[in-house]
């Protein structure tokens, strides 16, 4: 095992030598101490930095008032859930808010040092946890949000995820094996065939396959090194690699072994698992994982069952489960606040069975719903604004955070993506979809390489002055045969930006002029 305190300190950055100094997870028994104190007392690496790994964010933009990341593998969260986190943020009032994220994960807002304890406390009488969501650890595991209803899929792999999960992070509780890995890391699993997961951006990734020709066994081809950074952005690679479901979670622990053993920490923008792949090479890279298993790896089945395009999972869709329906609301750019939060537990009581699941385009869905219940449940004022048939361009809206909470953006995006996006609609009608992701800097939360239209805010010089804009991707690509998108139009400020995109729209992407 290796932990921060066993990591050599020579030629480190400043964030692996305070890893070195003390791991991240010996806050959390200090948290306690913490609230007494209040966060202006703290230590100030304790605060900026190891708070992280209890899934707590310090924001300079909004101090004294934390975020909160949480960890919902697979997106799955239950009624009693979604209510004891409405009831969290709502002694927070206009603080308090919840953001549904890319990897079908919760981050709150407006939380308090001061009531850590007891908030951890009632998450965990829930079955919640944030452990491990931050810094330099795996992040949400996600997977399809229809597992287990659709009736198109390959394998469930909610369990398998929970598993996953339950092994990095000691079933929830902190685990130092894996709490110093050199960079964040993220790992989907799939068993669905419209790639519902984005295995491409993701540093493993298990894409469903059958072992030959003859479909009678079924596992996964693993994928590598997908990632974005500031820096750097690359889709996952094959590892040449197929595994049954039984040793998927062998393999992540020996990839994940790899990566904390041999991965580059001197320079924290070359630290991601690709970075570490170009250096070993990936036949050797390879080897190193092989020997950390107790089996040997077979070779990647030729092909893989990914041969949809990707669905969005908004409206009404019958389950494989006779008499059931799943029904899926537009979140506009996720953004939630309490009283939705309690409306959509209860929506989920009630016509369907207490469950709830979100989805990477920042959406949720209402699983279960019996046939006799879909009516009353359409006709819920609730679906006024979490509408099921949300217009064609609004639907697929993504947005980070942006400068509203998060000290890294350059730019507002949430607001301002919404505002333009009614504009856009009020103008034109498409005749095809199209994805607008927006992500306020080069970290690429919003994730604009896997866009139709993606947005990176960056600042622009107009009429001689500083101001917000735009770097403007565009190919990326979902689905079948994904792929990332490159920038095509660099530095368009944002007061430019709906005539800009009005003539993509009609030009690139078939919109007709109202």
């Not at 964040?184 to 669905?192: E, L, R």
């Not at 449940?377 to 947005?399: D, H, I, R, T, W």
């Amino acid at each position: 095992m290796t932990s921060a305190a066993t990591v050599p300190t020579t030629s480190l950055n400043k964030f692996e030598k305070f890893k070195a100094e003390k791991d991240g997870l010996a806050v959390k028994a200090e948290i306690d101490h913490f609230a007494k104190i209040g966060w202006e007392a703290m230590d100030e690496t304790d605060r900026i930095h190891r708070l992280k790994w209890l899934g707590i964010f310090f924001r300079p933009v909004t101090p004294g008032k934390f975020m909160m990341r949480l960890r919902l593998p697979s997106g799955v969260i239950t009624s009693p859930q979604m209510r004891t986190l409405a009831g969290i943020i709502a002694q927070y009032g206009e603080d308090g808010s919840a953001d549904i994220t890319t990897r079908q994960n919760l981050q709150l807002r407006g939380i308090r040092i001061e009531d850590i304890p007891d908030i951890f406390q009632k998450m965990h009488q829930v079955g919640l946890t944030s452990i491990q969501s931050g810094m330099d650890n795996v992040r949400n595991i996600t997977g399809s949000p229809v597992a287990g209803i659709d009736a198109h899929e390959l394998m469930d792999t909610r369990e398998l995820i929970q598993q996953v999960q339950d092994m990095i992070t000691n079933h929830g509780e902190g685990n130092p094996e894996f709490s110093n890995l050199p960079r964040k890391f993220n790992i989907a699993i799939g068993g669905c065939p419209d790639n519902s997961i984005h295995a491409e951006i993701n540093d493993i990734a298990f894409v469903p396959a059958y072992q030959d020709e003859t479909k009678q066994t079924f596992g996964f081809n693993v994928l590598v090194g997908g990632f974005f950074s500031a820096k750097r952005c690359e889709a996952a690679i094959p590892l040449n690699a197929w595994v049954t479901p039984d040793r998927v979670v062998e393999i992540c622990r020996a990839i994940l072994t790899v990566y904390r053993d041999h991965g580059l920490r001197a320079n924290r923008q070359k630290s991601r698992l690709m970075w570490l792949i170009d250096e070993l090479g990936l036949d050797t890279f390879r080897a190193r994982v092989q020997a950390q298993l107790s089996y040997t790896l077979a070779t990647a089945a030729p092909k893989d069952e990914i041969n949809w395009d990707k669905r969005d999972h908004l409206g009404v869709y019958p389950q494989k489960q006779p008499g059931l329906n799943y029904v899926g609301l537009h979140i506009p750019v996720g953004k939630l606040l309490a009283p939705d939060m309690f409306t959509l537990a209860r929506l989920a009581e009630v016509y369907g069975r207490g469950e709830m699941r979100l989805t990477v385009e920042q959406n949720l869905i209402i699983p279960h719903v019996p046939t006799e219940n879909l009516e009353p449940l359409l006709q819920e004022p609730c679906l006024q604004k979490f509408s099921v048939n949300p217009g064609a361009l609004v639907k697929g809206l993504v947005s980070c955070t942006g400068a509203e909470f998060c000290n890294f953006a350059l730019i507002e995006t949430k607001n301002r993506a919404l505002a333009l996006i009614q504009e856009l609609e009020a103008e034109v009608t498409l005749t095809r979809p199209v994805r607008i992701h927006w992500t306020g800097c080069p970290n690429s939360c919003g994730q604009p390489q896997v866009a139709d239209i993606g947005l990176m805010g960056t600042k622009v010089r107009k009429d001689g002055k500083m101001q917000e804009g735009v770097d403007i991707y565009t190919g990326g690509k979902v689905g079948k045969d994904a792929h990332l998108g490159t920038c095509t139009t660099p530095g368009v400020a944002c007061v430019d930006l709906k005539s800009v995109l009005l003539d993509m729209l009609v030009n690139q992407f078939g919109a007709i002029g109202k």
